[in-house]
């Protein structure tokens, strides 16, 4: 049963246009959200996160953005580029219980040149 | 910069063998955790451990065990490897307070012939 729920498990954009990757939840207890990138045989890298007491957190080129109503967040990537073609995770703290995280099983994203 | 050390990158082993996989944290984190990756399944939590000599179950413990006997380093055996426990594993380590975010090694691709 997945709590956090990554529908799209592959994305193709144009460098240069914007890369939307999605991410559903099912608890609203769920307080912290956090995106990680992942380029095979490497570990995942953390990339950016966010509080669920806010709907926006940007950094450079990528923003998250959370909708708590709809338990749904996204994360924009502008300008995509082709070092941007990795797996993303999507994840949300385990509602505090030893800092557990609930994980999304991941969209693979490729940015053609 | 944290710093999450794996012992290995990339291991082959014979099924019935014992396997011991190693990490590292330089970061004097509380919390250590093992992961396997697997294609189509997302990242899959095995054991994590929140102290010194504590840890807890993850979602497929079956099969593994681990030991934690000083903080900076958490490791997961494999008591008698079997084929199916071919996966990339891969290690991770946070603070106990404030931020949510792990810290991952780099992995370790186990292959088991």
């Known amino acids: 049963d997945q709590q956090v729920k990554q529908n799209s498990p592959s994305l193709s954009v144009q460098e240069g246009r914007i890369s939307i990757l999605n991410c559903d939840y099912t608890n609203s207890m769920f307080d912290y959200f956090l995106w990680y990138k992942k380029y095979p045989a490497e570990g995942p890298t953390f990339l950016i996160s966010i509080s669920s007491i806010k709907d926006k957190n940007e950094d450079g080129r990528f923003t998250v953005f959370l909708n708590k109503s709809a338990k749904h967040l996204s994360l924009h990537i502008v300008p995509s580029q082709p070092g941007d073609s990795a797996v993303y995770f999507c994840a949300a703290d385990n509602a505090g219980n030893n800092r557990k995280l609930i994980w999304g099983l991941g969209t693979s994203l490729a940015v053609n040149p | 910069d944290v710093k999450v050390t794996q012992s290995s990158r990339y291991l082959v082993k014979r099924t019935g063998e014992k396997v011991f996989l190693e990490c590292v944290q330089d970061m004097d984190h509380e919390n250590m955790f093992w992961y396997r990756q697997d294609p189509g399944l997302g990242l899959r939590l095995i054991y994590f451990s929140y102290d010194v000599k504590m840890k807890e179950k993850g979602d497929i413990p079956e099969g593994y065990s681990v030991s934690r006997e000083k903080k900076e380093r958490f490791s997961l055996i494999l008591e008698s490897a079997s084929t199916n426990q071919t996966s990339m594993y891969l290690c991770?380590?946070?603070?106990?307070?404030?931020?949510?975010?792990?810290?991952f090694g780099p992995g370790t691709r186990l292959t088991v012939t």
């Open positions: 991770a380590s946070s603070t106990g307070t404030g931020a949510y975010e792990q810290y």
